[in-house]
Structure formats: C-alpha cells, structure tokens
T-cell receptor, first 113, second 113 residues
C-alpha cells in the first residue's frame, strides 16, 4: 500500500460527457502526477501539479485539465469524452525534494461507451 | 524509435530460475531509472530505482544500468509464481523543472511451477 488513494474505482460514461477523477496523495507528498494507461501499453504522462499549479504537461489536449488543492489532493477533469479516453487513469504522488520517486494509487478504470 | 523499449514477452521461466528483463532508452541525458511491477488489473508498484552505472541489489532483485549503452535491466533470482506480472521500465529524462516518467510498454513475465 502506497497511501495514495483514488476515486472512483470504476466509471462508465458515454461519449461527449464530462468526468472528474480524484486523488489523495501520500502523507508528506506535495506533488501529484496523472497518467493514462491504455490496455497493453505503459502509462502516458498527462500532467503534474506542484503547489497548486500545473508545472508540466504531456501530449494531451486541453480538454484534459486538473486541479491541486491546498492539502495536495488533486482532480483530473476530462471534457467531451471520446471512446479512446477509455483507460486506467493513474495518480502518482511524490515529494518535490525526491520528486523522481513516484508512488501510484490504485487507479480509476474509465470506460467510455 | 520509441523513447523506452522493452520486449513485450511473454518471458517464461521455471520456478527457481533467474528472470532477466531488459530495457533500452533513447534520451542519453536521462537521469533516473525505475522498475515497476504491475499485476493484471492493478496499478504499478515500485520495485527498484537506480541512478548510477553498475548494479544495485535489493533482496532477490538486481537492477543493472549502463548509461553508455543506454540500457537498464532487472534480474529476478529464485523466481516464484507470484512474480508473474508485467514489468514496466520507466525513465526520468532531463526536463524543464518537472518529473515526467517515460514508460516502456512492459514485459510480461510468467513463472511456471
């Protein structure tokens, strides 16, 4: 157990809808990164939040957005869902002083119909 | 050329044998290297990280890094059926102030009794 929690565990949406995924970081960690993992692939970096600001972004469109709160928890929002957004969404927390060691939560499995 | 490459497997080894998992990366400036284990339907679990050339041992696991050859490997000694999982290699490249892990697609390991 890493101490990183995510909710919900599973989610089913239809094309065009919007979704919000949540993550609570491990105690003592102040940085949250989000990854998307399609079936049979490695995780792909979406973005990272530090001190409530986005400080890095991967190759994902603007309809993927996020927030980080003062308690370091985070949300990932996806608008205008597409079928290809079906994936496992992973949140990873880390401490900025050791920011290269990232610990993953259990993930949220999103299915878009 | 993919940034991080792994053989997809499956790599099948008998119980008690040594499993050898390999990974190559393209960014010569990469700083840190990680091995994650992922059971089917679960999130990635950090096994080991390595920063310096050479070997790093932790129990039954040994990570090996050769920056000149841009190659990192994971050896699992005395393989057990419980080691059957997908092993993800991840690389932390030099980036603009944030920590974005680049993952390979993973190697599936099957340890048979």
């Amino acid at each position: 157990e890493t101490g990183v929690t995510q909710s919900p565990t599973h989610l089913i949406k239809t094309r065009g809808q919007q979704v919000t995924l949540r993550c609570s970081s491990q105690s003592g960690h102040n940085t949250v990164s989000w990854y998307q993992q399609a079936l049979g692939q490695g995780p792909q970096f979406i973005f990272q939040y530090y001190r409530e600001e986005e400080n890095g972004r991967g190759n994902f469109p603007p309809r993927f957005s996020g927030l980080q709160f003062p308690n370091y928890s985070s949300e990932l929002n996806v608008n205008a869902l597409e079928l290809d957004d079906s994936a496992l969404y992973l949140c990873a927390s880390s401490f900025s002083g050791e920011a290269d060691t990232q610990y993953f939560g259990p993930g949220t499995r999103l299915t878009v119909l | 050329q993919k940034e991080v490459e792994q053989n997809s497997g499956p790599l099948s080894v008998p119980e008690g044998a040594i499993a050898s998992l390999n990974c190559t990366y393209s960014d010569r400036g990469s700083q840190s290297f990680f091995w994650y284990r992922q059971y089917s339907g679960k999130s990635p679990e950090l096994i080991m990280f390595i920063y310096s050339n050479g070997d790093k041992e932790d129990g039954r696991f040994t990570a090996q890094l050769n920056k000149a050859s841009q190659y990192v490997s994971l050896l699992i000694r005395d393989s057990q059926p419980s080691d059957s999982a997908t092993y993800l290699c991840a690389v932390l490249p030099l980036s603009g102030g944030y920590n974005k892990l680049i993952f390979g697609a993973g190697t599936r390991l099957a340890v048979h009794p």
